[in-house]
């Protein structure tokens, strides 16, 4: 966190406050209600598993517009042999399962191809494929196990709308995305700037706090207020509260005795690697493997804003999010503390000099950090679902976010991540969304080649 | 509680396959961050590179095995190229991020379903290991080793025979080198480069010849990782796979030649231990810890729990490691 001029803090803020006024603006169209298949039916319920020597051809229709994924029931799926011959056939049942036996037992189907098209007619009404050219998967079999298919399912608009309409849409995730990866490097960049700590175990911190708000969650009862649920704000509350307790734990237990006997930098960056595989596993001990979502936070339909579908939980997030990174920049940018905290960052020594408590700077600094970083994990597991390692599979993000702005400016970690919160979710438009992280994680590598301080770091140059 | 169960086969890991295959990997490691105090944190790029080189090249396109492990060691150098020209002059968390960043790129586009037809995707591919397989001299036999104390089956011996022999030659490679005027000016360089350069040494240059020849090693560790398992996929080389590396160089000690070679057999046998003890301490009717506590799901994830807290108090308390020698290493260089 060097310090900057007013004016690039000034530009943050009118740009988020730009971000929130695109998402209200686009608000101004039509309230209809979108199409929406049945939601609140399990999605995905495996048939029971067979001990007969055939091959099945399984496969789960859901709808990807639904977080949770809905199931999609009632579609006609077929299965051609190599000539061209129906050998079966089936519908999806309610939880979007469809299972065709094929023909003869297993030995006999080895080696053959089977074609499963999909029946374009019998999806529900908005609909569609989300490649629409893809009616049919050709299948190869190869073991004598069961085969599973799937054909994503999602905007019927997918394909007829415009790239701009699609574009806007991604940018609304986008957004969204980009604000939660905000504050995750908000809080890296924050301790990276006041003790050069490369942080590897940053991630369990957001994770910390998606799994304290779900262990609220998880209580028996709900918490009310004036006959209001009020049990997620609660968990809300209670994981911004833990997990800036647990900051506080990381710091005093760990962090400062290790700055204190002199411990090198990348000694600490290994150490932090060990912490990340140690709360990893103990947050798969207590919570399991599985991905839960907050059972309390329901979600209501989304309003079709336009050309664009918003969800409430996503104008709840932008602007939840957008409020505390605003409070933060201030806070770092007016308050003595983090004036303080910026002349650490600026020069450990020369500030401890000067009568600057840098102990202090730097528990406030882990307080903060970690409290930013657990509030990313709540809101990120309500907008996706999460598990264990919700925190290590964005960690990279994370760090590619603080880097492209500069690792330790403050300023930067929230121009980056909004960059490659936005350039994750909209590059999809052109690459496929399994590779969208892929592209993040390149653009990071380009700026490195031409810009190794950051957008907004100072130019420094080692060898 | 069987205990001879449980010794025998952490033994079985210890001086297995796995752990041969973990310390080619280290070894790499020992040269980038040992030896020229390099953080490379993707290793498991390297090592994906080399053994989805050798696996395509044989189960996609029908070329030959050998020309396929040519081709995966010299992807690898490319690799060590392509991260080392952007990141080598600058500080060393940059290089670490961006190695851990490429290493992850690599693993999500060979696992992508788009490349399907050429790397299998999630599935990965198997029946490239023919060749290898068919210069087996056990195949036929029994299980082969000290009966009663240690056996493995025979293509687990052979496999385990070639990698320690690879790993054998490479710490010859590595113990000629580091030996070599050239290998003195490396471990200068981590000592401090600013000096080094001072003499007129191009640093650059060195670094990055460091970072290629432990990169090719990582590439073969990649290869017999393979080899070993007779089928590749993308969780091979997860972010982890390189943080075991670095713990088995850890434990060892760094800038030791024999240091990944000690540190993956006391790694690999403490790791299946705990796994084995736990496992046997949750099962059956009547398991010695309450399920209550602990089931065998969460058993399995005991020797994760500990490896990350050993990991962390063995850098705080030891970073030299077991065997290696404190004034050695200056981890202090940034």
């Given at each position: 966190m060097?310090?900057?001029?007013?004016?690039?803090?000034?530009?943050?803020?009118?740009?988020?406050?730009?971000?929130?006024?695109?998402?209200?603006?686009?608000?101004?169209?039509?309230?209809?209600?979108?199409?929406?298949?049945?939601?609140?039916?399990?999605?995905?319920?495996?048939?029971?598993?067979?001990?007969?020597?055939?091959?099945?051809?399984?496969?789960?229709?859901?709808?990807?517009?639904?977080?949770?994924?809905?199931?999609?029931?009632?579609?006609?799926?077929?299965?051609?042999?190599?000539?061209?011959?129906?050998?079966?056939?089936?519908?999806?049942?309610?939880?979007?399962?469809?299972?065709?036996?094929?023909?003869?037992?297993?030995?006999?189907?080895?080696?053959?191809?089977?074609?499963?098209?999909?029946?374009?007619?019998?999806?529900?009404?908005?609909?569609?494929?989300?490649?629409?050219?893809?009616?049919?998967?050709?299948?190869?079999?190869?073991?004598?196990?069961?085969?599973?298919?799937?054909?994503?399912?999602?905007?019927?608009?997918?394909?007829?709308?415009?790239?701009?309409?699609?574009?806007?849409?991604?940018?609304?995730?986008?957004?969204?995305?980009?604000?939660?990866?905000?504050?995750?490097?908000l809080g890296l960049s924050m301790i990276f700037g006041t003790?050069?700590?490369?942080?590897?175990?940053?991630?369990?911190?957001?994770?910390?706090?998606?799994?304290?708000?779900?262990?609220?969650?998880?209580?028996?009862?709900?918490?009310?207020?004036?006959?209001?649920?009020?049990?997620?704000?609660?968990?809300?509350?209670?994981?911004?509260?833990?997990?800036?307790?647990?900051?506080?734990?990381?710091?005093?237990?760990?962090?400062?005795?290790?700055?204190?006997?002199?411990?090198?930098?990348?000694?600490?960056?290994?150490?932090?690697?060990?912490?990340?595989?140690?709360?990893?596993?103990?947050?798969?001990?207590?919570?399991?493997?599985?991905?839960?979502?907050?059972?309390?936070?329901?979600?209501?339909?989304?309003?079709?804003?336009?050309?664009?579908?918003?969800?409430?939980?996503?104008?709840?997030?932008?602007?939840?999010?957008?409020?505390?990174?605003?409070?933060?920049?201030?806070?770092?940018?007016?308050?003595?503390?983090?004036?303080?905290t910026?002349?650490?960052a600026?020069?450990?020594?020369?500030?401890?000099?000067?009568?600057?408590?840098?102990?202090?700077?730097?528990?406030?600094v882990?307080?903060v950090g970690?409290?930013?970083?657990?509030?990313?994990?709540?809101?990120?597991?309500?907008?996706?679902?999460?598990?264990?390692?919700?925190?290590?599979?964005?960690?990279?993000?994370?760090?590619?976010?603080?880097?492209?702005?500069?690792?330790?400016?403050a300023?930067?970690?929230?121009?980056?991540?909004?960059?490659?919160?936005?350039?994750?979710?909209?590059?999809?438009?052109?690459?496929?969304?399994?590779?969208?992280?892929?592209?993040?994680?390149?653009?990071?590598?380009?700026?490195?080649?031409?810009?190794?301080?950051?957008?907004?770091?100072?130019?420094?140059?080692?060898? | 509680?069987?205990?001879?169960?449980?010794?025998?086969?952490?033994?079985?890991?210890?001086?297995?396959?796995?752990?041969?295959?973990?310390?080619?990997?280290?070894?790499?490691?020992?040269?980038?961050?040992?030896?020229?105090?390099?953080?490379?944190?993707?290793?498991?790029?390297?090592?994906?590179?080399?053994?989805?080189?050798?696996?395509?090249?044989?189960?996609?396109?029908?070329?030959?095995?050998?020309?396929?492990?040519?081709?995966?060691?010299?992807?690898?150098?490319?690799?060590?190229?392509?991260?080392?020209?952007?990141?080598?002059?600058?500080?060393?968390?940059?290089?670490?991020?961006?190695?851990?960043?490429?290493?992850?790129?690599?693993?999500?586009?060979?696992?992508?379903?788009?490349?399907?037809?050429?790397?299998?995707?999630?599935?990965?591919?198997?029946?490239?290991?023919?060749?290898?397989?068919?210069?087996?001299?056990?195949?036929?036999?029994?299980?082969?080793?000290?009966?009663?104390?240690?056996?493995?089956?025979?293509?687990?011996?052979?496999?385990?025979?070639?990698?320690?022999?690879?790993?054998?030659?490479?710490?010859?490679?590595?113990?000629?080198?580091?030996?070599?005027?050239?290998?003195?000016?490396?471990?200068?360089?981590?000592?401090?480069?600013?000096?080094?350069?001072?003499?007129?040494?191009?640093?650059?240059?060195?670094?990055?010849?460091?970072?290629?020849?432990?990169?090719?090693?990582?590439?073969?560790?990649?290869?017999?990782?393979?080899?070993?398992?007779?089928?590749?996929?993308?969780?091979?080389?997860?972010?982890?796979?390189?943080?075991?590396?670095?713990?088995?160089?850890?434990?060892?000690?760094?800038?030791?030649?024999?240091?990944?070679?000690?540190?993956?057999?006391?790694?690999?046998?403490?790791?299946?231990?705990?796994?084995?003890?736990?496992?046997?301490?949750?099962?059956?009717?009547?398991?010695?810890?309450?399920?209550?506590?602990?089931?065998?799901?969460?058993?399995?994830?005991?020797?994760?729990?500990?490896?990350?807290?050993?990991?962390?108090?063995?850098?705080?308390?030891?970073?030299?490691?077991?065997?290696?020698?404190?004034?050695?290493?200056?981890?202090?260089?940034?």
């Amino acid at each position: 966190m060097h310090a900057r001029p007013r004016s690039i803090s000034a530009w943050i803020t009118v740009m988020l406050g730009v971000a929130v006024s695109v998402l209200v603006m686009t608000g101004s169209g039509s309230a209809s209600a979108a199409p929406v298949p049945l939601a609140g039916s399990q999605t995905c319920q495996k048939p029971a598993p067979r001990t007969d020597d055939t091959i099945h051809i399984q496969g789960c229709l859901s709808d990807s517009r639904e977080k949770p994924p809905a199931a999609v029931p009632g579609v006609d799926i077929s299965v051609e042999d190599e000539s061209g011959k129906e050998v079966g056939s089936g519908t999806s049942n309610e939880s979007g399962v469809f299972d065709i036996p094929l023909p003869g037992a297993s030995i006999d189907n080895l080696g053959q191809t089977f074609t499963v098209k999909i029946d374009k007619e019998t999806l529900p009404e908005g609909a569609a494929l989300r490649n629409p050219k893809q009616v049919s998967l050709a299948v190869t079999i190869k073991l004598d196990s069961d085969v599973f298919v799937t054909f994503p399912i999602g905007d019927a608009t997918g394909g007829g709308a415009g790239k701009a309409t699609q574009a806007l849409q991604l940018a609304v995730g986008g957004l969204v995305f980009s604000l939660l990866l905000a504050m995750a490097a908000l809080g890296l960049s924050m301790i990276f700037g006041t003790t050069g700590l490369t942080n590897f175990a940053h991630g369990e911190l957001i994770t910390f706090g998606a799994l304290v708000a779900y262990g609220v969650d998880a209580l028996p009862g709900t918490i009310r207020i004036g006959g209001t649920n009020v049990t997620i704000a609660v968990a809300v509350l209670a994981a911004t509260v833990l997990s800036a307790a647990f900051g506080w734990v990381n710091d005093r237990a760990l962090w400062r005795p290790l700055r204190h006997r002199g411990t090198g930098l990348i000694a600490m960056m290994v150490v932090s690697i060990g912490l990340s595989i140690f709360l990893r596993n103990i947050f798969q001990y207590v919570a399991g493997a599985s991905t839960h979502q907050y059972s309390q936070f329901s979600s209501p339909r989304p309003w079709s804003w336009g050309p664009v579908l918003v969800t409430p939980k996503d104008v709840f997030v932008v602007l939840f999010s957008t409020v505390v990174l605003v409070l933060v920049v201030i806070a770092l940018q007016r308050t003595k503390l983090g004036k303080a905290t910026r002349a650490v960052a600026d020069n450990t020594a020369l500030s401890a000099a000067t009568g600057i408590n840098v102990d202090r700077v730097v528990t406030v600094v882990w307080i903060v950090g970690a409290m930013l970083a657990g509030l990313s994990g709540v809101l990120l597991g309500m907008t996706q679902g999460f598990d264990y390692q919700i925190g290590f599979k964005i960690l990279l993000l994370v760090f590619a976010a603080t880097v492209l702005g500069g690792l330790g400016t403050a300023w930067g970690a929230i121009v980056g991540a909004l960059i490659i919160g936005l350039f994750v979710e909209v590059s999809t438009l052109i690459i496929p969304a399994e590779l969208k992280f892929v592209g993040a994680l390149v653009v990071l590598i380009i700026v490195l080649l031409i810009r190794p301080q950051g957008l907004l770091g100072r130019a420094e140059r080692v060898g | 509680m069987d205990w001879h169960a449980i010794f025998s086969q952490a033994l079985q890991q210890g001086l297995g396959p796995v752990a041969a295959v973990y310390c080619l990997a280290a070894i790499g490691l020992n040269v980038h961050f040992g030896y020229t105090g390099l953080l490379n944190f993707g290793q498991a790029g390297f090592m994906a590179v080399g053994g989805y080189a050798v696996a395509s090249f044989v189960a996609t396109w029908g070329l030959g095995f050998w020309l396929g492990s040519l081709v995966g060691l010299l992807a690898a150098a490319v690799l060590a190229l392509l991260l080392g020209v952007p990141t080598l002059r600058l500080r060393a968390d940059y290089l670490a991020i961006v190695t851990i960043a490429a290493a992850e790129i690599i693993r999500q586009v060979i696992g992508s379903v788009t490349l399907l037809e050429y790397f299998g995707g999630q599935d990965g591919l198997q029946g490239f290991n023919r060749s290898f397989a068919g210069l087996n001299p056990f195949e036929g036999g029994g299980r082969i080793g000290i009966p009663g104390v240690v056996t493995w089956r025979p293509y687990d011996f052979w496999t385990l025979l070639v990698c320690w022999a690879i790993v054998a030659l490479c710490c010859l490679i590595v113990w000629a080198l580091m030996r070599s005027p050239w290998g003195r000016v490396l471990k200068s360089i981590r000592e401090d480069e600013d000096a080094v350069r001072s003499l007129g040494k191009n640093v650059y240059a060195y670094k990055m010849q460091s970072l290629v020849i432990g990169g090719v090693i990582g590439g073969l560790a990649g290869i017999m990782s393979a080899l070993q398992h007779s089928a590749i996929n993308p969780s091979f080389f997860a972010t982890d796979t390189t943080f075991f590396a670095y713990t088995v160089l850890l434990v060892g000690g760094a800038a030791r030649v024999f240091g990944p070679v000690a540190g993956t057999v006391i790694f690999w046998f403490l790791l299946s231990f705990l796994d084995l003890f736990f496992g046997q301490a949750t099962a059956g009717a009547d398991p010695s810890i309450p399920s209550a506590i602990m089931n065998s799901n969460q058993a399995s994830l005991m020797r994760f729990i500990f490896m990350g807290l050993s990991l962390m108090l063995l850098m705080i308390f030891r970073p030299q490691g077991i065997f290696g020698d404190r004034r050695e290493l200056a981890l202090d260089a940034r």
